[in-house]
């Protein structure tokens, strides 16, 4: 299958603007992706990129701008739970249900929040697992699993609401080296068969592979929004040049 990219945003962030107190974490961020579109961001820490992908489901709240969410507009929307199902997020720390098996983990979601049966969820589920992977873990528990296993059955939690886009916050960095690959394979596999992803992450070699566009952040702006090829071949600004130049 190839990535259709079309050219209606499936998310659109307007001049968004955030605070922590009096710290200004986000300063005037535009960002449009289209559907099936895959955006890496890159930049050093506490620029603000968890904050940002956060706020695409309203894990943070906003006090500038705006965000347009498959047509919701967040600053308006009643209906958040709404919005947040159509969002899937992969966090740094995996964030399962340590207490449940695999299974509910991932069939949790779409029971009490879809309306699937739970013969339909497991089913899903299942066919989710074996995607990822791991299907013959389903009955164990989470501390049971590698790092590697537990991001995706983490995943595959995401995928089971069928999200219109996939947003990832560092999937990878608390990863033993040897198993940050079969992650990675995972979501190259995701890129492929066209799901729309935003992606932050240090991973250079996915972000040029996979990226249609890497974006750079630094303290809470967006000052770089370019194809992978020319980012890394030729970004404009000396902060990104620097920044390349500690993490390649
Ligand atoms: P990054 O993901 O790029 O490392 P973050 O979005 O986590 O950056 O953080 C951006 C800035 O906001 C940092 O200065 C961080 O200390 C601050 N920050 C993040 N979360 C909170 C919070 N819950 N309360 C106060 N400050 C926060
Ligand atoms: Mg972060």
Same mark, same amino acid.
């Given at each position: 299958?190839?990535?259709?990219?079309?050219?209606?945003p499936?998310?659109?962030?307007?001049?968004?603007? =955030?605070?922590?107190? +009096?710290?200004?974490?986000?300063?005037?961020? =535009?960002?449009?992706?289209?559907?099936?579109? +895959?955006?890496?961001?890159?930049?050093?820490?506490?620029?603000?990129?968890?904050?940002?992908?956060?706020?695409?489901?309203? @894990?943070?709240?906003?006090?500038?701008? %705006?965000?347009?969410?498959?047509?919701?507009?967040?600053?308006?929307?009643?209906?958040?739970? @709404?919005?947040?199902?159509?969002?899937?997020?992969?966090?740094?720390?995996?964030?399962l249900?340590?207490?449940?098996?695999?299974?509910?983990?991932?069939? #949790?979601?779409p029971? =009490? #929040?879809?309306? #699937?049966?739970?013969?339909?969820?497991?089913?899903?589920?299942?066919?989710? @697992? =074996?995607?990822?992977?791991?299907? $013959?873990?389903?009955? +164990?528990?989470?501390?049971?699993?590698?790092?590697?296993?537990?991001?995706?059955?983490?995943?595959?939690?995401?995928?089971?609401?069928?999200?219109?886009?996939?947003?990832?916050?560092?999937?990878?960095?608390? #990863?033993?080296?040897?198993?940050?690959?079969?992650?990675l %394979?995972?979501?190259?596999?995701?890129?492929? $068969?066209?799901?729309?992803?935003?992606?932050?992450?240090?991973?250079?070699?996915?972000?040029?592979?996979? &990226?249609?566009?890497?974006?750079?952040?630094?303290?809470?702006?967006?000052?770089e929004?370019?194809?992978? &090829?020319?980012?890394?071949?030729?970004?404009?600004?000396?902060?990104t040049?620097?920044? @390349?130049?500690?993490?390649?």
């Open positions: 299958m190839t990535a259709q990219v079309s050219n209606a499936i998310i659109d962030i307007q001049g968004l603007g =955030k605070w922590f107190g +009096k710290h200004h974490v986000l300063r005037d961020v =535009k960002m449009q992706v289209g559907s099936g579109e +895959k955006v890496v961001i890159v930049g050093p820490s506490g620029s603000g990129k968890s904050t940002l992908i956060r706020c695409i489901n309203r @894990l943070e709240e906003f006090q500038q701008g %705006d965000i347009v969410v498959n047509g919701h507009r967040l600053s308006e929307t009643r209906n958040l739970p @709404l919005v947040r199902r159509e969002v899937g997020m992969v966090f740094q720390q995996f964030n249900f340590p207490h449940m098996s695999v299974l509910d983990n991932v069939t #949790l979601a029971v =009490k #929040l879809r309306g #699937l049966s739970p013969a339909q969820a497991q089913e899903r589920a299942m066919s989710l @697992l =074996k995607r990822v992977g791991i299907a $013959e873990q389903a009955h +164990k528990f989470p501390p049971q699993l590698s790092g590697g296993q537990q991001q995706r059955v983490a995943i595959a939690r995401a995928l089971a609401m069928q999200p219109q886009v996939m947003l990832f916050d560092e999937p990878t960095s608390a #990863l033993d080296p040897e198993v940050v690959g079969e992650v %394979d995972v979501m190259r596999g995701l890129a492929n $068969e066209g799901m729309t992803m935003i992606v932050v992450t240090h991973e250079m070699g996915f972000a040029r592979e996979v &990226a249609d566009r890497v974006v750079f952040m630094d303290q809470g702006q967006l000052l929004d370019l194809p992978p &090829a020319e980012f890394f071949g030729a970004p404009r600004l000396e902060r040049q620097n920044f @390349l130049s500690r993490v390649l």
